[in-house]
């Protein structure tokens, strides 16, 4: 049964409109906010919001600056964490929500970290999706070869061969189907007739910052502001970005989190898988 939304915004602290998708449910449980990845959007949590939703919890998913129906960075410096993470304070203060569970695919698992870090006891439990505190070269290098191309196409059909070219082996089980749902939900009709990434070309440019020889944020202690509370901790069983060590250490300092591998999956699991299901289960019973 598909549960009825509404689209509402919010306005950042910087001045920008921004979109979310507000599923009701019963005020009396954390609300659940779903966080997408760098190029992806809301509408990659279709099916999994409505899941929960009908289960009656209440579900905010977010287009993060510069996706889907939220407005465009002008100083693309913002197009990164920190800035999103403060969109999200902004969302939940004026929503009035104290706790909630989070629901973060890749950059959405690292918001979620960090926000556990920065608001100590308002996260009521967590899944980090496919993304640690240690992210793998490969799988940034990889990123980096796609990120911003601003290609267009002609037809649904060409946008999900594009993705089966870039994304095939993360999902070597897909069917052509499948990729025209991930296209609809990753892609975009414009104005013109074309199809396009549904995401501001230039989130790119701080991504391209990144120095190989810079030394990363440590994010394990913000791994450990999750790491007792309820938490599923899912992998893709191929992932280039998120790696096996990196996910057995999680599991080492997090002893009581639900471990889940998806098999023959890449970077990143959708979600609507049935052990991620099953987990997911077990995760809100544990925040009811």
Not at 49 to 62: E, F, S
């Amino acid at each position: 049964m598909d549960t009825a939304y509404t689209d509402r915004s919010w306005q950042s602290a910087d001045g920008l409109t921004l979109h979310f998708r507000d599923y009701p449910g019963s005020g009396e449980l954390p609300p659940v906010v779903c966080l997408h990845g760098l190029t992806r959007n809301g509408r990659d949590f279709e099916v999994l919001a409505d899941y929960i939703a009908n289960q009656g919890r209440r579900v905010l998913v977010p287009d993060m600056r510069g996706r889907g129906k939220s407005e465009y960075a002008s100083d693309s410096d913002t197009y990164a964490v920190p800035a999103y993470v403060g969109d999200v304070i902004a969302l939940l203060a004026q929503e009035g929500i104290d706790r909630f569970v989070s629901i973060g695919t890749s950059m959405g698992g690292l918001m979620t970290m960090v926000m556990a870090q920065l608001l100590p006891g308002r996260i009521a439990g967590a899944l980090l999706n496919d993304i640690g505190p240690v992210l793998e070269t490969a799988g940034i290098d990889a990123i980096k070869g796609y990120l911003g191309q601003g290609r267009s196409f002609p037809s649904w059909m060409h946008a999900a061969r594009e993705l089966q070219e870039l994304h095939g082996a993360s999902h070597p089980g897909f069917t052509i189907e499948d990729w025209i749902k991930m296209a609809k939900r990753g892609l975009t009709l414009c104005s013109n007739g074309r199809i396009a990434f549904d995401y501001d070309m230039r989130i790119a440019e701080p991504f391209a910052k990144l120095d190989d020889a810079a030394v990363p944020p440590d994010l394990w202690p913000a791994f450990a502001a999750l790491a007792e509370q309820p938490l599923v901790l899912v992998r893709g069983e191929i992932s280039a970005l998120f790696s096996a060590d990196t996910f057995a250490e999680m599991q080492r300092r997090a002893p009581d989190a639900i471990a889940v591998t998806v098999p023959q999956v890449g970077h990143a699991p959708t979600l609507d898988e049935p052990e991620v299901l099953t987990a997911i289960d077990t995760l809100l019973t544990r925040t009811a």
